[in-house]
């Protein structure tokens, strides 16, 4: 994996593919103490990308406008210092087609920049790194002897994931101490704020208690119990009833929630935004999205007025939303009663195509499929809220439709990692499907 932003001891030269400023347009200035090398081939396919509408278009002239500022500071050919990491950037002919074997055509760029790395790698006085997203490119490298690497500066170990619960074994005394006093002293300092306890009596498994730990007071507190169902729903586990606290704590601004498919992730984070927006009327606007993927897309290709092109995409958010209003009885009176909010403005569902630079306050949002999403995307979702509103993610790590991320950098992942030492955010991870036997067998065994 490549180390970004720590010092080395011997200077290095990282050479970039296309895909990896496309992922990251800020990337050049994350390698200290290096040589960034661009190749020619990098920048003729900035060219072709930056008419693109959507997120790699952007990329691309983000990272366009950064070298055009950098190259009136020097040659690009020679080298010009970024001060921040200490690094030196400089733009490289790979006309090095005589160091390729016969068979890679010299005329595609991947193998152009693979001659490039070939070439300084058999230079002496430094390493020279080939760094791509593109596996293919990857091993390709490595057959030719090359040095190559993923990009991935925010990386998480996905076994190792912040799972937002915690489990402790305690005396008897203690779990009637919190069922009486409706709080529990917590003397660990390892536990995050808004995390989620599992109290289990040490001689008595059957006696038990769950809690979320209030940062403020550093005590374990009760969940938040409605008096009736929410919009029909009832938790069917202990992960569920986790995730429907934080989803109707007001104090929580920031939710995620990741769990294989049929875990009820989708269903409970609507169910709850119903009952805040329509309920309580906490929020203004219920707001339910997910990505057109890939995210940025325009939706003209297809057929029909904006709400025909969005409904093959958000029909999944329909289902749930028409589940919800017609407490799966009535499916045909529910779509009436999901228009009829639509149209009186209570309730959104779009694409996250047009959400930048957008404001939006007072509303419960929710983005569905978000591990779909790149760091960089998500971070410009949570950015657009605005006071009084509150964000829940939700999505499954391993279930990935985006090239450019994986379960170990997508923006979910990187949401949960960063996000676990905040007050005002909260994450559960569920395991159990409640959806239907045959889909708890098909998540498992398939």
């Known amino acids: 994996m490549t180390k970004v932003a720590s010092k080395v001891e011997s200077r290095k030269r990282f050479i970039l593919d296309t895909n990896v400023i496309l992922f990251d347009p800020q990337a050049i200035y994350k390698f200290y103490n290096s040589d960034v090398i661009i190749p020619i081939s990098v ?72 001659a490039l790395a070939m070439k300084m790698q058999r ?13 293919n490119l990857r091993i390709k490298a490595d057959v030719l002897g090359i040095t190559a690497e993923d990009y991935e500066p925010q990386k998480v170990d996905i076994e190792d994931l912040f799972s937002g619960i915690t489990e402790y074994e305690v005396a008897p005394d203690a779990i009637d101490s919190f069922y009486a006093d409706k709080e529990l002293s917590i003397t660990d300092t390892t536990i995050n ?49 986790f995730a429907l606290d934080c989803l109707l704590n007001d104090e929580i601004q920031l939710v995620s929630l990741v769990g294989k498919a049929g875990t009820g992730k989708t269903l ?16 203004h606007r219920l707001l339910v999205s997910r990505p057109i993927f890939p995210m940025g897309r325009d939706i003209g290709y297809l057929p029909g007025d904006v709400e025909e092109k969005l409904n093959p995409w958000m029909q999944p958010v ?24 639509i149209n009186q403005g209570m309730l959104n569902i779009e694409p996250l195509t047009y959400i930048r630079g957008r404001s939006i306050p007072n509303q419960y949002l929710i983005v569905d499929e978000a591990q779909n999403l790149t760091p960089h995307e998500i971070k410009t979702i949570i950015t657009r809220a605005g006071q009084g509103t509150k ?52 998540a498992n065994l398939l």
């Open 43 to 114: 920048i003729e396919e900035m060219d072709r990308f930056k008419k693109d509408p959507g997120e790699n278009g952007r990329n691309a002239r983000q990272f366009s406008r950064f070298v055009d500022v950098l190259r009136s500071k020097g040659s690009l050919s020679k080298g010009i210092p970024l001060e921040k990491s200490h690094s030196n950037i400089s733009v490289n002919l790979d006309n090095h087609a005589e160091v390729l074997p016969e068979m890679l055509d010299a005329n595609k760029a991947d193998n152009r920049i693979l």
């Open 123 to 135: 230079e002496k006085g430094s390493q020279a790194i080939l760094v791509t997203k593109d596996t």
């Open 193 to 241: 704020p808004n995390q989620y306890i599992l109290f289990k009596d040490q001689g008595n498994p059957n006696h038990s208690a769950i809690a979320r730990y209030n940062f403020a007071t550093k005590t374990a507190v009760p969940l938040i119990k409605p008096t009736d169902n929410v919009w029909g729903i009832f938790p069917r586990n202990v992960e569920q009833s």
């Open 268 to 283: 409970l984070a609507l169910a709850a935004g119903l009952s805040k927006t329509l309920d309580d009327g906490k929020y």
């Open 318 to 341: 329909f289902d749930n939303i028409e589940y919800l209003l017609g407490s799966g009885t009535n499916q045909k009176r529910a779509a009436g009663r999901a228009q009829e909010l």
């Open 391 to 442: 964000v829940v993610l939700t999505g499954d790590c391993y279930q990935i439709d985006n090239p450019y991320v994986d379960s170990a950098n997508n923006g979910l992942a990187y949401v949960v990692e960063r996000f676990k030492g905040e007050a005002i955010a909260a994450h559960v991870t569920l395991s159990k499907g409640e959806r239907s036997a045959l889909a708890e067998l098909a």
